[in-house]
Each structure stands twice: as C-alpha cells, then as structure tokens.
C-alpha cells in the first residue's frame, strides 16, 4: 500500500474530477447559452451539480448488499409510480409524465432507466448459475423490461423507454444468454419496425421521417435537426469562440441549453471541444466498465456495466439526435444539458458504480475472481 | 416458440460460475468496444459536418444570421443648363409592413391609421394589399411622414411586429407644376413592370422608377446602383445589431437644356390659361423651356396621388393631364402664313406684288371672308403678314399649288417627327394632294388649298413643332430640338430657302410686332429688342348664322370649349434671331390681353434678357389671377373637396357647383392617352382667318 491513508486513497478522485471538468465545460456552455449570463441556468446547474455529487458520494458508502436488498422494492415503486401518472394522465387528457409532489414534479420514468438495470441484475444474480440458457432465463427479464417500457411509451416517451429497454437487454447480454437469442431477435425487431412504425403517434411519426430527411420541412419539424446541424457545422475546427456563436445567441437553435446544448458547445469550441467532451465521456464509460470487471460478484458486476451503459445510451442518442443520426427523441445529454431530474438519475448511477468501486477495492486483497 | 425450440435444440453445456465469468469478461468487452467504437463514430460523424462541410454550414448560419436589405439608390438628379437642380432628392421616412411577420394584422393597422392619422380609403387600400401580399414582399403604409410620426412609430416597434419603418428619399421637383410634363413623375414599378424586367430591386420599398416625361426616358441613367444593408437577426426578426452597409451608388445626373428659371416662368406666364410654352435657343435648337400648364404637381403624383386630386385633375376642362406641348395638336391658323410667304417667295412670286382684298372671296361654291370683314385693300406680301391678310395667301396660294407649299412647311418642321426623349408625341398633318387621296380617296380641291394656307383645315400641329417653325424661319436652318445639353449633332441643313427671302420674311414677322400689326401686344418691354413673330387664331367651331343673328360675334359669348385656341410663334432678336417661342392658348380666343399668346410669348422671352424685370410683371400680374399656380391648385382643391362634400350630403347644388358637376359627367381622360386634339372636320367654306 502507498503511503496515502487508505479514506484518502479510497476517495474516487479521479472520476470526480472527470465529472467536474464535464460539468464545469457543461457550466461554461449554458453561461454562453444564456447570453454570456451566470442566470438563469449555469448557477443552477452548478448548484445542482454540487448537491448531486455529494449524494453520489454519500451513495458510495452505502454498502452495496443494501442495493441488491432494494432492487425489487425500488422497482415496484417506480412501476406503481408509472401506473399513478398513467391514471392521472388518463383525467387530465394528453401526455402527462410526471406526478406533482407540491415541491418538485416527479418523473418516474426517469427513475426507471437506473433501476431496470439494477433489477434485471438482480434476477440475473439470483438465477440458478445452470438455468442461463433456459427458457427461465428469459420470460421474467422480459417482463421486468416490457412492463415498464410499455408504460412509458404510451406516456409517450419513445426516448425513456428506448433506454429502459437498451438497460434492461444489455444486462441480458452481459448475465450470458446465448448470442443467437440477440441476433435473432434483432431481426425480428427489424422485421417488425415497419408495424411498430404504424402504431406511432402522429408526431412521432413525423419526427421519425423528418430524421430520414430534415431537408425536406426546414422550418418545419425538420427545423431543430437542420439548425442543430448548421450550428455543429459552422463550428468548424476551433469553433466561433466562446460566446461568438449565432446559431445559439440569435435563437436559431431551439433547445440550445436543454437537448441540444452539445450543439451550442460545437459552434462555439467546433470539433476540438466535440473530441474533448466524447473523450471525457469515453474516460467515464471506461472507468465503469473496468468497475464492472473487478466487481467481487455476478449482481455487481452486471449493476456497473449496466448502469455504465445506461449513461452511455444517453450520450449517444443525445449526439446522434444533435447530430442528425437518430430522430429527436428529447434524450438530454448527461451534465451538460440544463435540468435536474437527468442529473439526479445520471449521479444515482455514478454513486451506485462508485460504491460498487469502493467494495471492489476492498475486496481486492482478499477474492481473486476470473 | 422460437426462443424456447432454438434452446432445446442447443446441446447443454456445462454452465459454472468461471464460465459466466468468463462469458462476462467477453461480453462487457464487447459492450465497451462498442461504447468506444461509437464515440469515434460521433466524432467522425462531427468532424464530417464541421470540417468537410463547414463551408456549406457556414454560408447557412450566415444566412440565418446576416438579413440582406436592398437599399434603394438614390436618383440622378435632372439638372437644367446652368446646373440647377430641376429634380432632386429630399429625405423622407416611411413605413412598411412585411406581411409576414405581422402578428395580428387588425389590431397592427389600426393602431398605424391612428399613429398615422390615415384615411379610411387609405386604410382600406393597406388592409387589401396585405390581404393579396405573399411572404416578404413589403406593403407600403404611408410615405412621406413627419419625423414625429417616424419616431411615435420607432418606439412602439417591440408590439408591432411585421412594422418596418424606414429612412429614405423621395423625389422632389423645386419648380412644382411648372415641370410636371416636361420631366414627368416617379412612381413605384407595376406589376407589368415587374413582369418586363423582373429586378429584386423594383419591389424594394422606396423604389421609384420613371413613369413620364424625361423621367421615364432617362430612368436607365437616373437609376443608380442599390446599396445593400447588412443586419444581424434573430430568428424572430428582431434587429440586433447592424453590420457593414454597402452604400447605394446614385444614379448619374442627367444635365438637360431647359434653364429652370425660363421654364418656371413659362408656366407661371401660362396664368390660368389652358396653354404651352415652348423657347428654342436659334444656334443649335436646344429646348430652353417647354411648359405646358395647367400640370400636376410632379411632386404630390410621385407620392402616390390621392384619389381625390386624381379625380380633378382628370374632370378638369384645362385638361392639366395632358402633355399639350407634344400631345396637343391644334390647326396652325395664321401662324403658317410666313411659311407660306417663304413658299411663294420661292415660287418666284416677288414680294411686292400686290392684291385687292375686298374682305371676301368666292372659291368654287363656297364665299372665303378675311378676317376684316371691310378687307385691307391693296396688299403686299409684308403687309399682308403684318395685318394678316387672308385674301392675299387664298390668292397667292392658288398660283403656286399646294405641293410646294406643302413642301416648305415639312422643310421648316410641319408634321415631322422628332428625335426626342419622350415615350410619346403627336406630329400632325401636312396635308397635300397626294396625303388626300391616300386617306380619304378624295381629289384635292382648291378650297382644300385656301384653307391650308390660312393654317386650318387638315393641317395640325404641336406646339414644340411651332417653336421649331419660328426657329427654322429665324435661321433658315432645319434646327432639330434637343434636350440633352452639350448634345453632339450634326450642322442642321438648310431650309433651302436664300438668305435674301429669309430677310423679307424676318423684316415682316417684325412688323407684325413693331409695324402696326397684330401682334402689338408682343412688343417687347425691354429697350433696345425687337420680338418678330406671327399670330394665329384657329377656330374650333365657327360661329353659326343663327348665333351671329343673336348677336354672337366673338369667342368671348361662348362655351370655354368652343372658344378659339390663340397662337403665337417668334423670334427674338428680329434682326438676328437668339431665341424662338411657340405659345398657344386652347380656347383663349384672344379675349384677355395679358392672357393671350402674343404676349405671354413676349414676356416669355423677356426674361432671357432681363429676368428681374420680367419677374416684377409676372409677380404684378399673378396677384391678379390669385397667385401663383401652386396656391390657385391649392384653392381649386379646396374648392372641389368643398363640392364633393356638398354632393355627399345631397346639399342641392349651387349654380357653380351645377357646372362643375356637368364636367364631371365627361369622361376622365388618362394622361397618357393620345387623345386626338383636332378641331371639328374641316369646313370647306365660311373658314375665317383672324389676327
């Protein structure tokens, strides 16, 4: 051991100062967002980012048995919470994804994407080390992703429940089942796309064809996908200098500080500050995976990997969105986009893979896994 | 289920803990290839559309960003001979609506009728515009207004979205009236202009092109290059800031021959006579002046003329829109006759040769009166010129023919079709034989003759034709009128005429004046200068038996529009001619002596010599008349809101107003139309000749 006092050398300081300089960055393009202004959005979010991170940190001491105790509980909750804002959404007519608590609107959904990870985990951990490649296997994670998926879809939110399915299959691959059941079934979903397609609500529809071709309504809904665009692409290299961007100061680009807040960081700091920030989320993505490898347990390491990987579903639909590769699905982009219910979900994640990091270290000395 | 048969045909492997591990390790290798491989893809898939095609979206976001405005050049300005502006350009501001952008169009007009003070029509006219206007394209809301107006507009702008107040110019015309038919007016392009030449340029608010006169055939000159304005805007519209302006280039200055102050006394001389002034300069044929008045105010038509003004001019009988110096065409009368003197002494005929006119002649059926009805006994060439004789020239004319009469008047400009920069002009008629029988299938008679030497019958002319008439008789040379001063031309040919007949013609045109003739009211009020000239009457309608019998016997007993038009044509000096004029009054019939031709054409060219004394006369007799043109046009617009309002309100009408509305029953004639001026169709017989 080093001379660092183990509380210090335990302490995740790398990854928080990681997450500090997205944040930080992320901080910087919502100032320029706001017209070279700390109101009304870089202070929040900055506030926000210290609170947050400080729950995560509190998060990492919580001994991770408590999480594989929680994860069915935590998903009947947030399910039952589904449900709540499904009936009300019933009353009230339309979209309705949030339940009003008084103080703060709460959006379960957003609670789903970290906890069908955790609860696919668990029922991976919990299965027989034999019962893989049996049918058992499969039917209950299914369920466990489908039930909620659908729910949120018919909120609708293509963009959440596309995540709580991505969660929930990944973990699947990585408890095991047979690469064939992947492959196959992502010929059938490919096979049924078209019907799936038809039983889209009109506006996602037209998102959908208006991502094939932005082009073809650019004031129309193709309007964010096309002036997103425009502002990556007059970027440049170097981008037009902090606070020089046009496409975000003269309102061109809608959501500028919310989704498509990368697109507002591009014109401003071009593909530099692009390769910067998918480096940085690249470091965070490989930190969690290598968590996930030295994880003492099966639950664990499919908990780390999982929740990994949900943070990194967020980064790339958010950027393909931004960038014209994948329809405007209303994903945000982990601490740079301005809003606190996916900094909350993104920071559960990070405590969670943290506190499975700090049961990792400590186990090191003593099991010897792989 | 497929699942379920693809397990059960899988052979079982032996599944452990180490294994899974295992399979874990792969797997989540794969998972993180993945999540790497997809962050290269994004910053492939970045640097695709931020290096490779950062042009493509650079010139987009600039397009966003930059909000491109034409400016409108400012016009050339017309300038007259010695550099005085005769059109030029004042500052004005104006408002636009962009359609667009308007959010709630009712509510946006009426608020600008109030901050505008604008009339219901008006109101009416924006709301229809705006109703038919599509995207950009700017509907005018009002020109011209105050800068308090332009400023109450400016601080509002934030709740009028789609309102686009702007600085611009607008044409002004110093001299008023007095130049309307000369230059013209401005106007915004029409559809059909737009459809000729489809220029961006010409549906920029504040664009105005040529739409008469001199304007519209020196537009291309005038016009200059637009300027551009570059401002940065948001998507909403919303002017942030200005960025670099490319200033208009205006458009070159064209230098005309008219002297501003001559033409703006011509038509300030016309006083309230349907009439035209044309000066000729007698060295090269420049127009110094060509006045044709009453006009409009160039100035209010290039605004955009109200409804109102354009229904009085058009029911006006002085006929203010009508260019009559070139679409006015009159019988010559008496003028002709030293045309004709030129003819016979060409012919041979000596001027000393003498006739007995006896008041009266028979020509075939039909008895010819001189004008003095107890004739002038024996007459000479000279005097017949000077007191006008008819019988001399039926006499004369009859020995030589009309051919070569015919001859002559085309050499000094009769029925010639001149080179000049105007979209149109009427030419008259020499009549001769040959043109008879081509128009009418008819033989030419001697009466045909008779009359065309008197200057009535078939033969027509303008009055710019007139002026080159007295031009060509001064100099003997074929002088062709030019507008464009310091014009290169060729010496004009002769008229063919020796410069031994010219000086009996000249000494007899000075008798007119000076001698004792019938031009006495044109001798000239400045000491030491001669006027030489000629006078005409030309009839419209002669006077019948039966009127003559209750006591009608001159113009002054009847209707405006039947009433004789009053020539004069001259020269000045008469010994060495410098300058020519050509005046006529339409139905003057030589009732007021300061109102008639030969002294407006006097004192016309009186002021080349002595401008401030000509000036004092003019202001004198102005006093008389109720001002000058642009207060008595004032008065005439008050007076004629005063009748509408009265026939509105179905007040029965006053005898005046009764009269005014039989004019309006008349159809309203358009400017620009050629309406044929032409007397009633020749009446062989009792045709009179008059001083």
């Known amino acids: 051991m080093s001379i660092i006092p183990p509380p210090l050398s335990d302490f995740p300081w790398r990854v928080l100062a990681l997450l500090a300089a997205i944040a930080l960055f992320g901080t910087l393009v919502l100032y320029s967002a706001a017209g070279g202004s700390i109101t009304p959005w870089a202070i929040n979010q900055c506030v926000r980012f210290c609170v947050f991170a400080a729950m995560a940190l509190t998060l990492s001491r919580v001994r991770v048995e408590l999480f594989a105790a929680l994860a069915f509980p935590a998903y009947a909750a947030v399910l039952i919470a589904l449900v709540v804002v499904e009936l009300i959404g ?73 995540m709580i399915v991505a969660g929930g299959v990944t973990v699947m691959f990585l408890a095991g089942l047979p690469l064939r059941l992947f492959i196959g079934s992502g010929l059938a979903v490919a096979a049924l796309v078209p019907i799936a397609f038809s039983s889209l609500h009109d506006y996602q529809k037209k998102r959908v064809l208006i991502f094939l071709d932005p082009e073809s309504d650019p004031l129309g809904a193709g309007y964010h996908i096309s002036q997103s665009k425009i502002a990556i692409g007059s970027g440049g290299l170097t981008g037009k200098g902090f606070l020089r961007g046009t496409q975000s100061h003269l309102d061109y680009l809608p959501e500028g500080h919310t989704d498509f807040v990368f697109a507002t960081m591009a014109e401003e700091w071009g593909l530099l500050g692009g390769c910067l920030m998918i480096g940085g989320f690249v470091l965070l993505f490989r930190w969690g995976m290598r968590v996930a490898e030295r994880a003492p347990d099966k639950f664990l390491r499919l908990v780390a990997a999982g929740l990994t990987t949900t943070i990194f579903f967020y980064v790339a639909i958010n950027l393909m969105m931004v960038m014209g590769m994948a329809p405007v699905v209303g994903i945000p982009l982990p601490f740079m986009s301005y809003g606190g219910s996916s900094m909350l979900t993104v920071m559960l994640c990070v405590g969670i893979i943290m506190a499975i990091d700090r049961t990792a270290k400590r186990s090191a000395g003593s099991r010897n896994w792989g | 289920m497929k699942f379920g048969f693809s397990f059960r045909r899988s052979p079982r492997k032996l599944i452990t803990e180490a294994a899974q591990s295992y399979t874990f390790q792969r797997r989540a290798f794969i998972v993180g290839g993945l999540q790497v491989g997809m962050g290269a893809l994004l910053i492939g898939r970045m640097a695709w559309i931020s290096v490779a095609e950062n042009e493509k979206y650079q010139l987009l976001s600039e397009s966003n960003r930059v909000n491109l405005t034409l400016i409108p050049p400012r016009r050339g300005w017309l300038i007259d001979r010695n550099g005085k502006p005769l059109a030029n350009n004042r500052t004005d501001f104006r408002v636009d609506l962009i359609p667009q952008r308007v959010k709630e169009p009712e509510a946006t007009i009426a608020t600008l009728a109030k901050l505008l003070l604008l009339e219901p029509d008006e109101v009416a006219r924006i709301r229809e515009d705006l109703n038919k206007a599509a995207g950009f394209q700017p509907v005018p809301v009002a020109e011209n207004i105050t800068y308090d107006q332009f400023a109450a507009i400016s601080v509002r702008l934030p709740d009028l979205p789609g309102v686009a107040p702007s600085q611009g110019f607008s044409r002004h015309y110093p001299a008023g009236a007095t130049v309307g038919h000369l230059l013209g007016y401005v106007g915004t392009a029409s559809a059909k202009d737009y459809e000729k030449n489809p220029d961006p340029l010409l549906i920029v608010p504040g664009f105005k092109l040529g739409k008469d006169g001199l304007e519209k055939s020196f537009d291309r000159q005038l016009t200059g290059k637009p300027g551009a304005k570059r401002v940065e805007v948001t998507a909403r519209g919303k002017i942030v800031r200005e960025l670099t302006t490319r200033p208009d280039t205006p458009g070159n200055s064209v230098r005309l021959t008219i002297d501003a102050g001559l033409q703006e006394y011509a038509g300030r001389r016309l006083a309230t006579q349907s009439g035209s002034v044309v000066v000729l300069d007698c ?28 229904e009085m001019l058009s029911q006006d009988d002085h006929v203010p829109l009508r260019n009559k110096t070139l679409q006015g065409l009159y019988p010559p009368g008496s003028t002709v006759k030293p045309m004709v003197a030129l003819a016979l002494l060409e012919a041979g005929i000596s001027p000393s040769d003498t006739i007995g006119c006896g008041g009266a002649m028979r020509v075939g059926n039909g008895l010819f009166h001189c004008h003095k009805r107890r004739g002038h006994g024996s007459v000479n060439m000279r005097t017949a010129i000077a007191q006008s004789c008819d019988i001399y020239f039926y006499q004369m004319a009859q020995r030589i023919g009309m051919n070569r009469i015919a001859s002559m008047a085309r050499r000094v400009g009769m029925g010639q079709k001149f080179d000049i920069p105007f979209p149109s002009q009427s030419y008259g008629t020499v009549p001769d034989p040959a043109w008879k029988l081509r128009k009418y299938g008819e033989e030419w008679q001697v009466y045909d003759t008779v009359n065309a030497t008197i200057g009535q019958g078939y033969m027509l002319i303008n009055p710019l034709q007139m002026a080159v008439m007295a031009a060509r008789l001064a100099t003997g040379r074929q002088l062709i009128p030019n507008f464009i001063h310091g014009a290169r031309r060729p010496d004009p040919a002769s008229v063919g005429a020796s410069e031994e007949h010219l000086v009996i013609i000249r000494d007899a045109m000075n008798a007119v004046v000076n001698g004792g003739g019938t031009g006495g009211a044109a001798r000239s009020s400045i000491p030491g200068i001669q006027v030489a000239g000629k006078t005409g009457t030309a009839q419209v309608r002669r006077i019948t038996m039966s009127e003559r019998a209750g006591g ?140």
């Open chain 1, 90 to 162: 019933g009353v009230a007519g339309g979209s309705q994804r949030w339940i009003n608590l008084g103080f703060m609107q709460l959006q379960p959904s957003e609670f789903m994407k970290p906890v069908i990870v955790v609860t696919v985990a668990r029922f991976y951990a919990l299965l027989p080390v034999g019962d893989i490649r049996r049918w058992n296997a499969i039917w209950p994670a299914l369920l466990l992703i489908g039930v909620p998926a659908a729910l949120v879809l018919v909120q609708p939110d293509l963009g959440t429940a596309t």
């Open chain 2, 283 to 310: 060295s090269n044929g420049d127009v110094l002046a060509m006045a044709s008045m009453p006009s409009y105010d160039p100035n209010s038509f290039s605004d955009g003329i109200s409804h109102l003004e354009w």
């Open chain 2, 552 to 691: 009608v016997r001159g113009s002054s007993s009847l209707a405006f529009k039947l009433r004789d038009h009053a020539l004069f044509q001259g020269f000045v000096p008469f010994d060495n001619p410098r300058y020519a004029v050509a005046c006529i009054i339409e139905h003057g019939g030589h009732m007021i002596r300061n109102e008639d031709a030969p002294m407006i054409a006097s004192d016309t060219l009186s002021f080349l010599f002595d401008p401030t004394k000509a000036m004092e006369k003019l202001t004198t007799l102005e006093e008389g008349w109720g001002g000058t043109p642009a207060v008595r046009m004032e008065k005439q617009m008050a007076a004629f809101k005063l009748a509408k309002a009265i026939e509105a309100g179905a007040v029965p009408p006053l005898a005046e107003n009764a009269a005014q509305a039989t004019n309006a029953a008349e159809p309203a004639p358009a400017p620009p139309a050629e309406e044929d001026d032409a007397p009633p169709p020749p009446t062989p017989g009792n045709t009179a000749g008059a001083p």
